[in-house]
């Protein structure tokens, strides 16, 4: 059994001003959609939710070896959004080529993430933890995994959300997601191509003249790559394109939005949105002692006719760091942000730029025999 983890903390100023639950990060999704939404500009914040704690273990049976994983941060999301508190990360167990629990989902490219500061990480970027049951049944240089994975999508109403019939409106899973990915690696690097099929539903629970019981099937593609360009110097790279895949995504809001539609008996039906996102980043290590990131990520939607004209249309997303190591486990760091939000179509868009210090101390030990 291994216990690791690490003690971080952050220590922001944000030159402008973003959504107080989000304040330690760049969201661009969360950038005011109006001018002054969130007060007045320039704020100092002081973070310790990226500190993380996990434990992983390995247990020899007859049946091969049980490799499980447990992790938590403090980075509070969802219901606890803007709080200092406990946040599952990854739990999961793995037999032979079976995984079940949280971690990764099979549709993203996890070593394209930057190694930054910022918590949050690239907005254009396939990033979600689901919970799934993976097979995969190749691995090594080829590798191929396919999972099934917990269903979920978000919606906007828009400007028909005060309609009664919507009040009405259940969501309906019927069907996990599916995703699957295919990895060639090398001295050089890798290749990724993942890809997800997934079926959305709402039922209206109110029977009566109009019916907006309806479903729609999201899907996506996700090509990534991680290119040791030589021995001081990497890139990070992604593209990603699909329809109602915003869960999946790093910072999108919506994966279903409402459409206008002629027939009287259905006058408002769901469309999925399409998503374009991109991720490039160049990675460069000067000595032992000193790295440093840069890098540029974007996310556009196109939005449904019915979304309000402050929706979130675009977002843009580059830093740019120095990184210090002055002894093992230990790191220091200095990091640029900037965060660009553009609306649907009411013109408004707005910028984000933060200077962010961070420290964080790495551990790690054994307990019982040692994994060899």
């Keep these: ?98 995984l079940a629990g949280q971690t990764y989902s099979v549709f993203m490219d996890s070593d394209v993430f930057p190694n930054d500061l910022e918590i949050w990480g690239p907005n254009g970027m396939v990033f979600y933890r689901n919970v799934q049951l993976r097979w995969t049944p190749i691995r090594g240089d080829e590798r191929l995994a396919l999972a099934l994975e917990r269903p979920g999508a978000t919606g906007d109403s828009g400007e ?16 996990p997601d599916f995703t699957a990915q295919y990895r ?67 910072d999108a809001p919506t994966d279903v939005g409402a459409e206008p539609n002629a027939d009287p008996h259905r006058p408002v039906v769901g469309k999925t949105l399409p998503i374009f996102g991109m991720v490039a980043f160049y990675e460069h290590q ?27 249309k675009a977002g843009q997303y580059a830093l740019a760091d120095l990184l210090y190591y002055p002894v093992k486990d230990v790191m220091t760091g200095l990091e640029l942000q900037w965060g660009h939000r553009r609306n649907f179509s009411d013109g408004f868009a707005v910028d984000d730029y933060r200077i962010q210090f961070s420290a964080r101390y790495n551990f790690s030990f054994d307990l019982g025999a040692k994994k060899k």
């Design 1 to 98: 059994m291994q216990v690791y983890g690490f003690a971080m903390v952050d220590a922001i100023y944000d030159f402008r001003q973003q959504d107080p639950n989000w304040f330690d990060m760049v969201r661009p999704s969360k950038l005011p959609a109006f001018a002054n939404q969130f007060g007045d500009d320039g704020n100092f914040w002081a973070s310790v939710r990226p500190s993380r704690l996990g434990v992983r273990s390995w247990l020899p049976t007859g049946l091969g070896e049980i490799r499980t994983e447990f992790e938590f941060d403090l980075l509070g999301v969802g219901s606890d959004a803007g709080q200092t508190t406990f946040h599952l990360r990854h739990a999961w167990g793995e037999l032979g080529p079976v």
């Design 160 to 175: 028909v959300a005060d309609r009664v019939e919507l009040q009405h409106i259940d969501d309906r899973f019927p069907y």
């Design 184 to 250: 060639h690696s090398g001295d050089w690097g890798h290749v990724q191509l993942s890809g997800i099929v997934r079926y959305i539903g709402w039922k209206d629970t109110v029977p009566g003249a109009i019916d907006l019981s309806g479903h729609a099937v999201g899907w996506g593609l996700n090509l990534g790559s991680v290119l040791q360009l030589s021995k001081e110097s990497t890139a990070r790279l992604e593209v990603t394109y699909g329809r109602g895949i915003a869960t999946y995504m790093r």
């Design 286 to 312: 000067w000595n032992e002692r000193f790295r440093s990131a840069i890098g540029y990520s974007r996310l556009d939607v196109e939005n449904s006719r019915a979304q309000l004209p402050s929706a979130f």
